[in-house]
Nanobody
């Protein structure tokens, strides 16, 4: 069973930065893409950023220019660098390993709170 473990969440002031990490228990190449989602209270889970095995990236419009997704294949880890954080970025952030034709694998989530 593949496991994904997120870390790096916490409380940060508006304008601050955080870097989330997602460690995968097996080779990261079992997934065709790695994704970060977030879910704020009372809202649906939304895709924030995506990176393919080839390194192509996509971002939600709300985070473009502020968030950067990257991967370290040697460490089987995916990162989400979040800069210029806003209160509306407050959410639980989830890492997902995407599989063709399957539901994929999810991490347990890490809380990010942006507040003064």
């Amino acid at each position: 069973q593949v496991q994904l473990v997120e870390s790096g969440g916490g409380l940060v002031q508006p304008g601050g930065s955080l870097r989330l990490s997602c460690a995968v228990s097996e080779t990261i190449f079992v997934f065709h893409a790695m994704e970060w989602y977030r879910q704020a209270p009372g809202k649906q889970r939304e895709l924030v950023a995506r990176i393919t095995g080839g390194g192509s990236t996509n971002y939600a419009d709300s985070v473009k220019g502020r968030f950067t997704i990257s991967r370290d294949n040697g460490k089987n880890t995916v990162y989400l660098q979040m800069n210029s954080l806003k209160p509306e970025d407050t959410a639980v952030y989830y890492c997902k390993g995407a599989l063709f034709g399957g539901p994929g694998y999810w991490g347990q989530g890490t809380q990010v709170t942006v507040s003064s």
